[in-house]
Structures are given as C-alpha cells and as structure tokens.
C-alpha cells in the first residue's frame, strides 16, 4: 500500500504588521519625549544611603557648587516670583523676556544680568562662565542677597495659588497645608565647602523654613 504524501506547509510568518506597529509605538514615543534640558550647574551630589524621593511636584531646588548658587523652580510660579522680584531691584522685563524666562529651567544670575541671559540661546546659557551664580551674602550690612529673595517671592507664589485654590472650594484644608508651602531641596556638589552650604541653609531659616531636603546620591556598594 503506497504512503499517503502529507503536503508540507510554509512555516514563514509574515511579520510585516509587527513591524508596522512596532515602527508606529517607536515613533509615538520619540515625538511625545520630552528632551532632558542641559542643567545650569551640573553637580556631584555626595553618596547616602537613604532611599526617599522627593515630591514629584511643588519643589524649589538650590543648586550649590564651586561657592556659586543657581535656583530651580516649578514652571507654575515662575511669572509671579520673577515679577515680585524684578519690581523689587528695578528691573523692566517685556512680555516676551517674561515668558522665556519661564522656559527657563534654571539660572544663576545678578537680576540685573537677567535681561542678558535671556537674549541667549539655550546652548550659550550654560557655557562655563555665562551664569556666575545668584547673590547670596548674609554676612556684610545691607548686603545683596538676591537668593533670599528669590525664595521668598517663590513661596509667596506658591501659596497664593494654593490659597485660590482652597477658597474657591477646589482643596480641602489639609492640602492647603501640605501643598501650600513651597518645598525647597539643597543640591550642593560633595566636594563644596561646608560654609557654603551652611550659609543657604541660614537663608532658609531666616525665613522659618527648617525642613528642606538635601539631595544626594545612591551609594550602591552599601547594598
């Protein structure tokens, strides 16, 4: 009795719709990145071995290396600090110079160098030497020390919202305390002088801010 022939059937799988979709996910995911931005002080931060994150939101940040103070702050209060600011120290800004400024990641500049850092482009912003840092001296009489102000006006700012907010029914009481005050974190270099630091913390507690965050690095050998 002669064998029954059983036809062989291509195993070959068309992968041309994985492929499409695949293409389609990777080109979904490069256009909606967000490209990181150059930061105005890069840091080494020193090593810890605590393991706690901070706030995704309503965070200030002091970037502290080579005695120089650079200041970070959310995008939402950006206008109202820079306007309280730039009234205080005389400083005219145009509608145009306020909403780059609000772009702004960070700076570390004299205010009255603010206008000049503006007209630069992202690129030229954080060469070495463009940025020497915001005021900050708390030891001589009437000294300059733009930071305090900085911060300042960034809490004031970051209340009003909050207290808008709370009036108008949207929080409840306990948010308005958690959320109401600005959050400020230190980023100081491991290798910058304890003084310095030390001297942004006086700032903060000038201000009766004594809970802050200092921000550090993961020390993986101890794991």
Known sequence: MGKVKISKKSTR????????VAFLLL??????ATAKQPEAKPVDTPESTV?????????????VGQKEVFFIMPKNIRRATLEQVASK????????????FENLEGFGVNITQLRSLLQ???????KEGV??????????????????????EARQAQR??????????????????????????????AKEEYPTIKTVMDILQAQKKNKFFLVTGLRNEDF
Do not use: H
Request: glycine share 6%.
């Open 120 to 126: 630069l482009s992202p690129a030229d912003r954080v």
């Open 13 to 20: 799988i068309d992968m041309t719709a994985m492929c499409d």
């Open 89 to 100: 120290y005389n400083v005219k800004l145009t509608e145009d110079e306020i909403k780059e």
């Open 27 to 32: 080109s979904f995911f490069i256009m909606t």
């Open 160 to 189: 009003k919202i909050f207290s808008d907010k709370f009036d108008a029914g949207e929080i409840n009481a306990e948010e308005f305390k958690v959320k109401g005050d600005l959050q400020i974190a230190i980023k100081g270099d």
């Open 131 to 152: 940025q020497k840092g915001i005021p900050y001296d708390t030891i001589n009489k009437n000294a300059n020390n733009q930071l305090f102000d900085w911060v300042k």
């Open 51 to 63: 393991i706690e994150k901070l706030p995704d939101e309503g965070v200030a940040t002091i970037t």
